[in-house]
């Protein structure tokens, strides 16, 4: 009988990085800080930077989520995703389609989708072929200040793959939103604006189980 190889599960931690918070050499020493901590998941996320420094970073923070055993996603771009030998690529409503996506990283790549508060474009998501979805923000952002508000009953919302909640996530309000069903929690500023990065990510890593 063929083996079939198991999916990577998208739970725990799901630490984004930000440019504005991470320049230079800091990028690296936050998010081995963020991984040491218990972090399951990473996101390159940068706008600004040259593509070759995009492609530089990227390389590295691959071979640091791989030293943790964490899965590696890229933001946006799939080509970077291809070339950084990522696990995959988290898409925006306009950065491409998941079918593209497919054909440039493979079958076993992870594909996640943002939905923000709609529960259709989640239904969408899952039947053209994503690994998990994105609702949000919950609360108010500081990376993305003025995106419109969702609420917290889309993540009882029933779907056949994960539910990744971003947006003001923080120590206070992710219990909350784990108990509503969130699979995930994708932090980025009460993460690295932390003073202790470490720490930081092992208060939200607790709200999680081990396999």
């Known amino acids: 009988m063929p083996q079939t190889t198991k999916r990577p599960t998208i739970t725990g931690l799901y630490a984004i990085t930000d440019p504005s918070l991470l320049n230079g050499d800091r990028l690296l020493t936050a998010c081995e800080q963020a991984l040491r901590g218990g972090a399951r998941i990473l996101q390159y996320r940068d706008k600004t930077a040259s593509p070759k420094e995009r492609l530089t970073r990227g390389k590295a923070l691959r071979a640091l989520c791989l030293h943790y055993g964490a899965l590696f996603i890229i933001n946006d771009d799939i080509t970077l995703a291809a070339e950084t030998g990522a696990d995959g690529v988290h898409l925006g409503?306009?950065?491409?389609?998941?079918?593209?996506?497919?054909?440039?990283?493979?079958?076993?790549?992870?594909?996640?989708?943002?939905?923000?508060?709609?529960?259709?474009?989640?239904?969408?998501?899952?039947?053209?072929?994503?690994?998990?979805?994105?609702?949000?923000?919950?609360?108010?952002?500081?990376?993305?200040?003025?995106?419109?508000?969702?609420?917290?009953?889309?993540?009882?919302?029933?779907?056949?793959?994960?539910?990744?909640?971003?947006?003001?996530?923080?120590?206070?309000?992710?219990?909350?939103?784990?108990?509503?069903?969130?699979?995930?929690?994708?932090?980025?500023?009460?993460?690295?604006?932390?003073?202790d990065i470490e720490t930081s990510a092992r208060h939200f890593a607790t709200l999680f189980p081990e396999d």
């Open 93 to 195: 409503q306009s950065d491409g389609g998941i079918q593209e996506a497919r054909q440039q990283l493979g079958s076993q790549a992870i594909i996640g989708i943002t939905c923000h508060g709609s529960t259709a474009l989640a239904d969408q998501a899952a039947k053209q072929g994503a690994d998990y979805v994105a609702f949000g923000r919950f609360f108010p952002s500081h990376t993305k200040p003025h995106a419109l508000p969702a609420a917290l009953q889309v993540l009882q919302h029933p779907l056949s793959i994960p539910k990744v909640a971003i947006g003001g996530v923080s120590h206070d309000n992710a219990p909350h939103l784990v108990r509503a069903g969130a699979s995930a929690l994708a932090v980025i500023h009460a993460l690295f604006a932390s003073n």
